[in-house]
């Protein structure tokens, strides 16, 4: 594939590395133990793909979703650059430009 290419795919919850999830959490500045992730907004929990909590509205849910995902996607992108020795420059919220060593 060319460098210039971006490859997008999607993130399946039921499939994820604790690993890269505890640190996407402890990244977006939340914590999380064994009752749920504490976030700003609440409580939720992680069971397979769905994500729920009390008191939240769906579009509560579906932005704090999208916050989990995208970052888990910078968790695991930082983890293979890592991997390879590659260097990881954050060039916008949500684009990060990995430069070989």
């Given at each position: ?24 959490i ?62 990881v ?13």
């Open positions: 594939m060319p460098c210039w290419q971006v490859q997008t795919v999607s993130l399946d919850l039921k499939t994820l590395n604790k690993d890269h999830l505890e640190a996407a402890k990244s977006l500045g939340w914590t999380m133990n064994r009752y749920g992730i504490q976030t700003d907004k609440g409580t939720i929990t992680i069971n397979g793909t769905t994500i729920s909590g009390r008191r939240m509205t769906d579009t509560d849910l579906a932005t704090i979703g999208g916050q989990i995902k995208r970052q888990i996607s910078v968790e695991i992108i930082k983890a293979a650059a890592a991997r390879n020795k590659w260097g420059v954050q060039a916008a919220p949500n684009k990060i430009v990995l430069r070989r060593s």
